[in-house]
């Protein structure tokens, strides 16, 4: 554990030492770092605030977004250095869906890129997605979207987003099939050349282009994308996402994929491209992950098991576990909560979910 750190840290003192120059370029101005004649890119980093987003066991959603989109930003300002590079947060702040896709309207964009992390019950689920606006009813499309969208419940006002919330109704056609035709073209290139990085960089690999109805994208005026980077639910792969290594990557892919799509569209741009990009890479000194710390048993606790994917979960003890997975075994689904490195930790919560009426929780060992 203490090499892993000490790695990290070497990492992080690596990037800040060499993007330093460029980090200081935006420090007069926040979020908004401008200069004339470029194209402007909007990197909106997924959930903010009291939205955490996905959650593992050890990092959020929240963090790593902000994290990549501000290294994404730096990155860009080497091989674009006519760019404008705006981001709708840089700290631990909640912006409404509505708003993150207003500022690249405000902006007059000319790209929008939501960078987002995945969760699943399936803890093997891994790897990459990009999706472009659509109203493609693949479920488990449907599944990521719904996920993502709920951070509507954290507004104040969710209202303005009804019509579009019930795919299946005419109204939510017609509003969503108006903005997928108009950029999807271009969205879908871009998505494309990020999940061609991804194919061949990313550990957890590519699962590909997809449409699906995000509430981000469906009001923003040029082409938009939304990256799920990886699955916090994977153990592996989270400790990947958390890593400075791991973001320095991701961000390396995504930025090649822009400056490829740029470098592709007739626009008289000042690029120096993605050879310039690797010249930046390969400065870093990114270390493998300690293995020892991604091989580790992991403990969880079983509350319950079922026939059904679908128990009637009427008991008030429910109320008490925050999150939990299910995971089909035969004709069984567990009912499963927790992720705990020491055993002690695993029993003394076993113990508390027995005394507010899960009287035959026990522990199980989960092998990452």
Same mark, same amino acid.
């Given at each position: 554990?203490?090499?892993?750190?000490?790695?990290?840290?070497?990492?992080? =003192?690596? %990037?800040? &030492?060499?993007?330093?120059?460029?980090?200081?370029?935006?420090?007069?101005?926040?979020?908004?770092?401008? &200069?004339?004649?470029? /194209?402007?890119?909007?990197?909106?980093?997924? +959930?903010?605030?009291?939205?955490?987003?996905?959650?593992?066991?050890?990092?959020?959603?929240?963090?790593?977004?902000?994290?990549?989109?501000?290294?994404?930003?730096?990155?860009?300002?080497?091989?674009? /250095?006519?760019?404008?590079?705006?981001?709708?947060?840089?700290?631990?702040?909640?912006?409404?869906? *509505?708003?993150?896709?207003?500022?690249?309207?405000?902006?007059?964009?000319?790209?929008?890129?939501?960078? +987002?992390?995945?969760?699943?019950?399936?803890?093997?689920?891994?790897?990459?997605?990009? =999706?472009?606006?659509?109203?493609?009813?693949?479920?488990?499309?449907?599944?990521?979207?719904?996920?993502?969208?709920?951070?509507?419940?954290?507004?104040?006002?969710?209202?303005?987003?009804?019509?579009?919330?019930?795919?299946?109704? /005419?109204?939510? *056609?017609?509003?969503?099939?108006?903005?997928?035709?108009? =950029?999807?073209?271009?969205?879908?290139? #871009?998505?494309?050349?990020?999940?061609?990085?991804?194919?061949?960089? +990313?550990?957890?690999?590519?699962?590909?282009?997809?449409?699906?109805?995000?509430?981000?994208?469906?009001?923003?005026?040029?082409?938009?994308?939304?990256?799920?980077?990886? %699955?916090?639910?994977?153990?592996?792969?989270?400790?990947?996402?958390?890593?400075?290594?791991?973001?320095?990557?991701?961000?390396?892919?995504?930025?090649?994929?822009?400056?490829?799509?740029?470098?592709?569209?007739?626009?008289?741009?000042?690029?120096?491209?993605?050879?310039?990009?690797?010249?930046?890479?390969?400065?870093?000194?990114?270390?493998?992950?300690?293995?020892?710390?991604?091989?580790?048993?992991? %403990?969880?606790?079983?509350?319950?098991?079922?026939?059904?994917?679908?128990?009637?979960?009427?008991?008030?003890?429910?109320? &008490?576990? /925050?999150? =939990?997975?299910?995971?089909?075994?035969?004709? #069984?689904?567990?009912?499963?909560?927790? +992720?705990?490195?020491?055993?002690?930790?695993?029993?003394?919560?076993?113990?508390?979910?027995?005394?507010?009426?899960?009287?035959?929780?026990?522990?199980?060992?989960?092998?990452?």
């Amino acid at each position: 554990m203490k090499n892993y750190e000490f790695q990290a840290k070497v990492v992080c =003192y690596c %990037y800040v &030492f060499l993007l330093l120059p460029y980090s200081l370029r935006s420090a007069n101005n926040d979020s908004k770092v401008q &200069f004339i004649g470029g /194209p402007k890119i909007v990197l909106d980093a997924g +959930h903010g605030g009291h939205d955490s987003g996905a959650k593992g066991r050890i990092a959020t959603e929240k963090d790593i977004t902000v994290s990549i989109c501000t290294k994404i930003a730096q990155i860009l300002l080497e091989s674009m /250095p006519s760019a404008e590079i705006i981001q709708t947060r840089t700290k631990d702040e909640f912006i409404p869906l *509505h708003r993150r896709s207003e500022i690249a309207n405000e902006n007059l964009a000319d790209l929008f890129i939501s960078v +987002h992390c995945n969760a699943s019950t399936n803890i093997k689920a891994r790897g990459t997605e990009t =999706y472009v606006m659509g109203i493609h009813k693949l479920k488990e499309n449907l599944l990521v979207a719904k996920r993502e969208n709920q951070s509507i419940h954290f507004e104040e006002d969710a209202t303005r987003y009804e019509p579009m919330l019930d795919t299946e109704t /005419p109204e939510a *056609h017609i509003l969503l099939s108006q903005f997928q035709n108009q =950029y999807l073209s271009q969205s879908l290139s #871009l998505a494309s050349y990020c999940e061609e990085q991804f194919r061949l960089n +990313h550990p957890g690999g590519s699962r590909g282009v997809k449409q699906a109805g995000f509430l981000v994208l469906h009001q923003a005026n040029m082409p938009s994308i939304l990256v799920e980077v990886g %699955y916090l639910s994977n153990p592996t792969e989270e400790i990947y996402l958390a890593s400075e290594a791991g973001q320095i990557e991701i961000a390396m892919e995504i930025s090649q994929a822009i400056v490829r799509y740029f470098e592709e569209k007739p626009l008289a741009l000042n690029i120096k491209g993605v050879n310039k990009i690797n010249r930046i890479a390969s400065g870093y000194s990114i270390n493998s992950l300690n293995q020892e710390l991604i091989n580790k048993s992991t %403990y969880q606790i079983q509350i319950a098991a079922s026939k059904s994917c679908a128990m009637v979960q009427d008991h008030p003890a429910w109320q &008490f576990v /925050p999150q =939990y997975d299910i995971i089909q075994k035969g004709e #069984l689904y567990q009912y499963v909560t927790g +992720h705990f490195d020491d055993k002690a930790d695993a029993a003394m919560e076993c113990e508390r979910l027995k005394q507010i009426g899960f009287s035959d929780a026990f522990i199980i060992k989960s092998a990452h």
